[in-house]
């Protein structure tokens, strides 16, 4: 695939509102949502770095389709029903969550990867404020 083809594919599957988030006032919350740079929301740096970023979804669906051929409709839909109950238990928003009932539905439990030694690159190590995040999760701020 040409860079060219890439561009023109990516352009259409962006959408031009989510490039800069709007805070409360209507300008960027940098202090919340970092700098934003929109070549790099446009373009990868890497052509694989679609396929890595979608591969979790890509590994579901494929999954879900071989159940659903195996088992039939009910298998999947219980399945989705199952992750999305887990996907909703988290401790408070300043405490790390480790989503292991996520990771034992789908039996990652067992398996040592990136984040599990070096921990996931999206949590820092600094702690905010717990009021305030509570209440920018709740929508107070």
């Known amino acids: 695939m040409n860079s060219r083809g ?4 990516l352009k259409d599957s962006v959408p031009v509102a989510g490039l800069c988030p709007q805070g409360a ?3 960027q ?3 919340r949502s970092g700098f934003t740079s929109i070549k790099n ?3 990868p740096s890497h052509p694989l770095e679609l396929s890595e970023k979608n591969f979790r979804l890509n590994q579901d669906k494929m999954n879900f ?3 659903r051929n195996i088992q039939g409709l009910h ?3 219980k399945l989705q029903m ?3 109950a887990a996907r909703q238990i988290q401790r408070l928003p300043f405490l790390p969550s480790s989503n292991l009932a996520l990771d034992t539905l789908r039996g990652s439990d067992e398996s040592i990867g990136f984040e599990d030694i070096l921990c996931d690159p999206t949590q820092s190590e600094v702690i905010g404020e717990p009021h305030t ?3 920018y999760k709740l929508g107070l701020l």
């Open 65 to 67: 389709s071989t159940l």
């Open 29 to 31: 919350d940098s202090l």
């Open 41 to 43: 929301e446009l373009l």
């Open 25 to 27: 006032y209507g300008v």
């Open 75 to 77: 298998a999947p839909l």
């Open 6 to 9: 890439l561009r023109s594919q």
């Open 133 to 135: 995040m509570v209440e």
């Open 82 to 84: 199952e992750y999305r």
